[in-house]
């Protein structure tokens, strides 16, 4: 049976046009988080995101997040004893994390966690494990021995003490409370939009999880904050941004830390970061040449794209706030995803609650045989 290939049908897009991306198609109605490009902020639950690092550590946010809000300061979410209990099923695991980069370790061990006496998993031991799984990931591939959660411990203190960082230090705590409460939501993300496509078949909130953090190791999400500090370390002195920059683009390079899906402009969370960095560890020498190298990638990005408007997104100064914090470069993602989960439940759970199986199309653009090559049934 011979291909023919002079036709090519709508397939199953029947007739709709498509270049990819799928900007601006709606599949979801949620009432978790708004992206307000227009008024430069961050929505979640009807607050904006700068109220909430003020008012909430990660473990309320974490309940404002799950549950429709209430008057009054939320509870905080148990994570404490669920880091505990996670740390008992994955420790006897961590010999075999040899080789594996700090994500995939965190899938492995994730994709251990047993359901527990009700038969599914509850949010608050979720965010737990992928914490410590974060945790033990890092320490894994740097070839250091595992650190024991301690339950009586905020999250963000627990979470730095068991990368082997300097819990005691009041400054790191804060920053890396306000980057995990900044980081634990954000619309329709792609991680999150993956979380969703799976909670969509109502697999459960642990499939939905993993298949977010699945999503999130590409360079174009989850994975560009390390990304960001490598160009800044190619820069140097802020004055060689330029030449950098324009060689780069030459290339047909991403300038990582720069453009965003989700606005039409800058991510309001850019300047939060940036002036939690400024007043937690003050203007240091990488602060001011990212700055000054910052002006000089955005010159050179309008040039290269006229028309485009390409700002500064969430990462730039996000992975300053990481690195000031003494989080090693290799555990920016995973530490990203310790804080996503808690948006990534939120979704998965609204969409098992009301939403209906996700299923697009695709247009078919390969050959197809001559149907007058089968004869029609009669
Ligand atoms: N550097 C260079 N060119 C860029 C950048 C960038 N950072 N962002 C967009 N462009 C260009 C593309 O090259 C393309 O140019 P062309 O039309 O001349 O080919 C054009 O803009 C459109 O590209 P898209 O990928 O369709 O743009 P979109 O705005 O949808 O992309 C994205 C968003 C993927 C985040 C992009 O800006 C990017 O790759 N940024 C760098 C990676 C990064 O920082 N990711 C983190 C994002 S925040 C997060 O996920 C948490």
Redesign the pocket.
């Known amino acids: 049976m011979s291909a023919g290939t002079s036709t090519v049908p709508d397939g199953e897009a029947r007739g709709v046009p498509t270049r990819g991306?799928l900007?601006g198609v709606v599949v979801a109605q949620t009432s978790i988080s708004f992206p307000d490009s227009v008024n430069r902020r961050l929505v979640v639950r009807g607050r904006d995101l700068r109220d909430l690092i003020d008012a909430f550590g990660y473990e309320q946010l974490c309940t404002f997040l799950w549950q429709e809000p209430t008057t009054g300061a939320p509870e905080a979410a148990p994570l404490g004893e669920a880091r505990v209990r996670a740390f008992r099923v994955f420790q006897p695991l961590c010999a075999h994390l040899g080789g594996l980069d700090p994500l995939s370790a965190m899938q492995f061990l994730f994709s251990s966690l047993p359901r527990d006496a009700a038969g599914g998993h509850m949010p608050a031991d979720l965010v737990a494990a992928v914490g410590v799984a974060a945790a033990l990931g890092v320490r894994a591939s740097g070839g250091s021995d595992p650190i024991a959660p301690a339950a009586a411990l905020s999250h963000a203190t627990d979470l730095l003490r068991m990368m082997g960082g300097d819990e005691g230090d009041a400054r790191k705590v804060r920053a890396l409370e306000i980057y995990l409460v900044a980081m634990a939501e954000?619309g329709l993300?792609?991680s999150t939009f993956a979380a969703r496509v799976v909670a969509s078949t109502r697999a459960g909130l642990k499939p939905s999880v993993l298949a977010a953090l699945s999503a999130f190791g590409g360079?174009?999400?989850?994975g560009?904050p390390s990304l960001?500090l490598d160009m800044l370390d190619e820069i140097g002195p802020s004055a060689g941004a330029d030449a950098v920059v324009a060689r780069k683009?030459e290339r047909g390079?991403?300038?990582?830390?720069?453009?965003?899906?989700g606005y039409d402009g800058r991510d309001p969370r850019t300047d939060l970061f940036k002036a939690s960095h400024a007043e937690l560890f003050g203007r240091t020498e990488r602060f001011d040449a990212a700055a000054a190298a910052e002006a000089a990638i955005l010159g050179r990005?309008r040039l290269a794209?006229p028309g485009?408007a390409?700002e500064t997104?969430?990462?730039y100064y996000g992975a300053l706030l990481l690195e000031a914090i003494g989080i090693p470069r290799c555990g920016f993602t995973p530490v990203f995803a310790a804080a996503r989960c808690a948006g990534w439940i939120a979704h998965s759970h609204e969409e098992a609650l009301n939403g209906r199986l996700m299923r697009p199309a695709a247009r078919y653009v390969g050959a197809v045989p001559d149907p007058r090559a089968w004869p029609a049934d009669t």
Do not use: T, W, Y
Request: cysteine-free; charged content about 25%.
């Open positions: 991306g900007d954000h993300n792609v360079p174009l999400h989850g560009a960001v683009l390079e991403r300038i990582f830390g720069f453009g965003s899906r990005l794209k485009r390409i997104n969430v990462e």
